[in-house]
Structure formats: structure tokens, C-alpha cells
């Protein structure tokens, strides 16, 4: 991965993290670290702050009846946290998010459980009309601790080559 340090004084550096088109290779696969564990909190909050009323979410009562017998983490919040996760390897210079395809929830997600991602990359390509980026998609999975995969997608994203991105151009 390139990492730049640029001079922004006298002995004054500022890092840049991501990557490049130039970094990317099909097959490469990114285990993303940090994982999270998932709070009652967290899982309240986000279905608060997205207006899901589905008390799957929050009622503990509804929940012990149901096949489950407790409240389900809100799966638009485990897909947040494993993008987010993938971020420092895959989208931190991403200029664009293209697309997200066969989004997969493939078992559930409780307040308690830690979850990981890792991407592999399937295809990459310069673009058409851009000369200074390239086309990257990858596929994200979720995996909890025990190793189970709860998640899984596709996400095509736009990157900027080698000395375009925007904290290679400016000083912000």
C-alpha cells in the first residue's frame, strides 16, 4: 500500500492512507483490522437514528418470541460497520462509490458478538474517460469471531493512480 508523507513545514509531515489503482491486484485479499464488538447501544442508536420500528430491534420481549429469542442487530448497521471497516484498505482515496451489488445476510448478528471483514479484490480496470483513476470491485464479507460469515458484498468503486488524489493535490 502507498503511504505518503508530505511535507507541510519545517519537520512537518501529514500521512496519507489508502491506496492507489496502481495497489490493487485481482485476487489480493485485505483482512480489515480493527474488528468491532456490537453494543446494545450501537444496535439502538442506529435503529433510532434510521427510523426502523421493527421492535426485532429494541423489544426484548417481541424478540424472546420470536426464533431468535433476542433482539437481532440491525443489519443495515452491520453493513456500515463492515464497510466502514474496509475503508482504510479499499476506499480511502476513492473519489466515487460506483455500485453495490448481491448484498447476501447470511446469518444473524446480536448485541455481543465481534464481528471482522476481509475483501477480496475481483476486478480492476483503468478508466474510459478518466485517465488519472481506475475501476476497482471488490467482494466484502462480515465474519463474526467464531469465524461464521454473516455478510457479504460487492462494491464498485472509482480510484484515483499514483499522485491524484486529492491529498496529493492539496493542502487541506
Known sequence: MS???????????????GRYFEDFEVGDVYEHRPGRTISESDNTWFTLLTMNQHPLHFDKEYAAKSEFGRPLVNSCLTLSMVAGMSVSDLSQKTIANLGWDRIKLSAPVFVGDTIYAESEILAKRESKSRPTQGIVTARTTGRKADGTEFMSYERTFLIPKTGHAVDDLTDY
Open 3 to 17: 503511504v505518503v508523507r508530505k511535507a507541510v513545514g519545517e519537520r512537518r509531515f501529514r500521512e496519507s492512507f
